[in-house]
């Protein structure tokens, strides 16, 4: 079974920074293209950051770039997202998500985790 | 950079109505790149169809997506009650690689 668990969301200060991981399991972790995608409190669907199998590519949106980054550890099955210069507007839960139809880019994301929160506040 | 818009912001339907559920793109979209998504109060999303028409696995034929280049529908045929959620259709580019939401539309008990 495919498990993505995500861990690490805290409340951190404007400013800030925290890493958020996401352990995967039931399936060739290395292999796959993993992504994060967030949702603010009561608000719509967000893509934050996508990374290659091998981690040789990485691709934010704007909102996002130069501030996060992600990366991942093969050897260990699990995907990051370091943050930087946090703002109340990434307050969200971040999810982890991937889809196992191809190993290369896909256009959509069957597997989700439950998420993580973030709070930006003073 | 494209945008979906989702309509509506609401729908208020009754069990066993039909619902069709709408999703524009501001640019064509190529390849037929467009998903859609359940997501219910506290859980992750669920893929629902992809590449604008394959339902995902799990989804009972009830569920159906159509449409192409700039306008796509979800339609459910007959609603059951497990059904009132919301929905987001989700767009993705390849050059480089970039993913959309739509705001979402927002199915409701009447």
């Known amino acids: 079974e495919v498990q993505l668990l995500e861990s690490g969301g805290d409340l951190v200060q404007p400013g800030g920074s925290l890493r958020l991981s996401c352990a995967a399991s039931?399936?060739?972790?290395?292999?796959?293209?993993m992504s994060w995608v967030r949702q603010a409190p009561g608000k719509g669907l967000e893509w934050v950051s996508s990374?290659?199998?091998?981690?040789?590519?990485?691709h934010y949106p704007d909102s996002v770039k130069g501030r996060f980054t992600i990366s991942r550890d093969n050897s260990k099955n699990t995907v990051y997202l370091q943050m930087h210069s946090l703002r109340a507007e990434d307050t969200a839960v971040y999810y982890c998500?991937?889809?196992?139809?191809?190993?290369?880019?896909?256009?959509?994301?069957?597997?989700w985790g439950q998420g993580t929160l973030v709070t930006v506040s003073s | 950079e494209l945008v979906l818009t989702q309509s509506p912001g609401t729908l208020s339907l009754s069990p066993g109505e039909r619902a069709t559920l709408s999703c524009r793109a501001s640019?064509?979209?190529?390849?037929?790149?467009l998903a859609w998504y359940q997501q219910k109060p506290g859980q992750a999303p669920r893929l629902l169809i992809y590449?604008?028409?394959y339902r995902a696995e799990g989804f009972p034929d009830r569920f159906s997506g159509s449409g192409s280049g700039t306008d796509f529908t979800l339609t459910i045929s007959r609603l059951e009650p497990e059904d009132f959620a919301v929905y987001y259709c989700?767009?993705?580019?390849?050059?480089?690689?970039?993913?959309?939401f739509g705001q979402g539309t927002k199915l409701d008990v009447k």
């Open positions: 989700q767009h993705y580019g390849s050059s480089p690689p970039m993913f959309t």
């Open positions: 990374i290659t199998s091998s981690g040789d590519s990485t």
């Open positions: 640019q064509s979209v190529t390849n037929n790149y």
């Open positions: 998500a991937t889809d196992l139809g191809d190993t290369g880019w896909l256009p959509h994301w069957y597997h």
């Open positions: 590449r604008a028409s």
């Open positions: 039931g399936f060739t972790f290395s292999a796959y293209v």
